[in-house]
């Protein structure tokens, strides 16, 4: 009889498209309580021994940090001790040149505690979030918000 493995998980994150990554991944921290991945220790490193150079960085919460990449995770995922990237459910905020055009063809789901759905709404408006329309459906209820940026996102 042999047996059959199954391969392992593939291990992915969220890689999200902005103007301003910092400013979204600051954004996305405080709407899902995740923490902005510190990546200073490497960053000193490379910058260090000369690997990569300063205008590839900026300051970011008093320490430094990649210019043009922001990531967030979960708190109580684990992390890279050396990189300071996290190991688990991440967003990755990377610049782009182009502004978003269109509609996500991929969006985030945010699910409020029951019965605190209009409260996580205005939560996530005064943290730069804007509703765009509430969705009542024989299924089920959700509001469709943005982020700074224009990104769609739901709160269940």
């Avoid at 990546?39 to 260090?48: M, P, Q, R, T």
């Avoid at 300071?84 to 502004?99: H, I, K, M, S, Y």
Wanted: charged share 25%; net charge negative; hydrophobic share 40%.
């Amino acid at each position: 009889m042999t047996s059959t493995s199954r391969p392992a998980p593939l291990h992915f994150k969220i890689v999200v498209d902005a103007a301003a990554p910092h400013a979204q991944a600051d954004f996305w921290a405080a709407a899902l309580h995740y923490e902005v991945e510190d990546n200073s220790a490497l960053i000193e490193k490379l910058l260090g021994f000369g690997a990569v150079p300063a205008e590839l960085t900026v300051e970011s919460h008093g320490r430094r940090a990649w210019r043009d990449l922001a990531a967030v995770r979960h708190p109580d995922d684990p992390v890279q001790e050396e990189s300071g990237t996290g190991l688990g459910r991440r967003l990755l905020f990377q610049r782009v040149p182009e502004a978003k055009t269109g509609k996500n063809r991929l969006h985030l789901d945010v699910h409020a505690a029951d019965g605190r759905r209009a409260e996580e709404v205005a939560r996530l408006q005064a943290l730069g979030a804007s509703v765009q329309r509430e969705v009542k459906e024989p299924g089920g209820e959700w509001v469709v918000m943005t982020d700074p940026e224009g990104n769609e996102f739901c709160v269940h």
